[in-house]
């Protein structure tokens, strides 16, 4: 499963950060690596809670800054929201 969750992401980012999905590995940073400024950040943390029917806080938000980062956080949240 993760590697469909990490497959559904790595789509996610390389339309809204506008970048080849061969650009996107976990250790990428959104930032650095991917270009992404903060307006973009919103729209990709939207993007995500949509498509995986979470919420992200705010704060948690800030802690994510990597391809990886975002994997585990979905991975990990998405199945506590689907157990429940």
């Given amino acids: 499963m ?3 969750i990490l497959d559904k992401i790595t789509g ?3 339309e809204q ?3 080849e999905s061969d650009a996107v590995a ?3 940073s959104f930032t650095d690596d991917l270009g992404a400024d ?3 950040i919103v ?3 939207l993007a995500l809670e949509e ?3 979470i919420k992200i806080p705010d704060d948690q938000v800030d802690s994510i800054k990597t391809v990886g980062d975002a994997v585990n956080y979905i991975k ?3 199945e506590a929201d689907s157990s429940n």
Avoid: R
Wanted: no cysteine; net charge negative; proline share 4%.
């Fill in 2 to 4: 993760s590697d469909a």
């Fill in 12 to 14: 996610i980012i390389a």
């Fill in 17 to 19: 950060l506008d970048v």
């Fill in 26 to 28: 976990p250790e990428k």
């Fill in 38 to 40: 903060s307006l973009a």
């Fill in 43 to 45: 729209e990709l943390v």
């Fill in 51 to 53: 498509e995986f029917g």
């Fill in 76 to 78: 990990t949240n998405a």
